[in-house]
């Protein structure tokens, strides 16, 4: 009986948790990259480019190229928005072991992050 009474309550109670849960499953996941993590490209402009799942705020995302080996950083990359992702130009990249780091904002709000190496060879 009491049960009985409650029910509407918690059926909006979990629905109330659902509706706030929800955009959270939006935030930026890494949906491709080039270069590809584990991929060797020709030395020279490397043309960075990263997709994600949903719609990013470019201006508070940022990518970053370190040296494979200690992690200095190499250079800043300076990015411009492609849709849902950032594009960026590494101009002269040397032969040798690179991390690209990204630091992602979706637009709910959710600061997501990760990295991927790639190695340049002449
Ligand atoms: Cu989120």
Same mark, same amino acid.
């Given at each position: 009986m009491i049960l009985r009474k409650k029910l509407p309550f918690l059926l909006s109670l979990i629905l109330a948790f659902a509706l706030v849960r929800a955009p959270c499953l939006a935030h930026a996941a890494l949906i491709s990259a080039s270069p590809q993590d584990g991929a060797t490209v020709p030395s020279g402009e490397v043309v960075i480019q990263l997709r994600f799942n949903s719609r990013i705020d470019s201006k508070l995302s940022?990518?970053?190229?370190?040296?494979?080996?200690?992690?200095?950083?190499?250079? +800043?990359?300076?990015?411009? +928005?492609v849709s849902e992702g950032l594009r960026a130009r590494a101009p002269d990249l040397q032969s040798g072991a690179y991390t690209l780091e990204w630091q992602i904002l979706s637009l709910d709000g959710h600061l997501t992050q990760g990295r991927l190496n790639f190695r340049v060879e002449r």
């Open positions: 940022r990518l970053t190229l370190l040296k494979a080996a200690d992690q200095s950083v190499v250079q +800043p990359l300076e990015t411009s +928005p």
